[in-house]
């Protein structure tokens, strides 16, 4: 069993929020279906401050920090992925969403391990099944070097 924390990251600041993360929620339920423990952090609805953030990221261990969405949080999740890796060690780093249609920006600009392409429910799914069984960032397929096409190759065992 993985500990995983999903997290939907502010859009649209000058709006109030409204839009629930649907995406997230369902990826939500199939890794809790598949035995997984899952936590949502909805900052888009919540909208922290970062030093509360920190704070909440370094709260507990989990095996897998996951968040994405549409290309307009790339700033956010640069800064967010960064705490996320600092708070979290140990942590696989996973980008999803929109945002992952740029998977070499992302890989090569951000901590995150591995991006997931599509629809994330089936390929979180085998990412938090490798990370409960002792996840070490080193082993993900060229994670510490070579060609981030490589990096997100890797997430996409299953495509849409
Ligand atoms: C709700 C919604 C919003 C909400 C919230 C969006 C959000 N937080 O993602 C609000 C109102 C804020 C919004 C705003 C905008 N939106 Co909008 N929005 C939608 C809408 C109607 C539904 C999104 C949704 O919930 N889908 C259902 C879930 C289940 O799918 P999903 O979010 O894609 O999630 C799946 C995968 O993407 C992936 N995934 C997603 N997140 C993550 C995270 C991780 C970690 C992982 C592993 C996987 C993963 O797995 C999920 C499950 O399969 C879509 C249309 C649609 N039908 O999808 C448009 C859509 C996403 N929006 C769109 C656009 C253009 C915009 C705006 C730019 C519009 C505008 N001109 O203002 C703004 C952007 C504002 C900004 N500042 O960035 C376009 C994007 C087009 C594109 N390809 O770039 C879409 C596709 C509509 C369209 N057809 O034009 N939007």
Redesign the pocket.
Known sequence: MASVL???PP??LKAPP???????A??AAVLRDAGHQVEVLDL?GLRLGFDEVRRRLADRRYDIV????????YRYLKQFLAAARQAQPGAMI?????LC?EAEVVLDHTPADVC?L????R??AELADQAGAGFDPAAVPDATGSTSESRAAASGSWTP
């Not at 409204?18 to 997230?24: S, Y």
């Not at 996951?66 to 949080?73: F, K, Q």
Request: glycine content about 22%.
């Open positions: 999903l997290v939907n859009i649209r409204a839009a629930l993360p649907f995406g997230l369902t990826i888009n996951a968040a994405g969405g549409l290309i307009t949080t996973v980008a999803g969403g929109g249609a997931v599509g629809e994330g429910e390929t979180m």
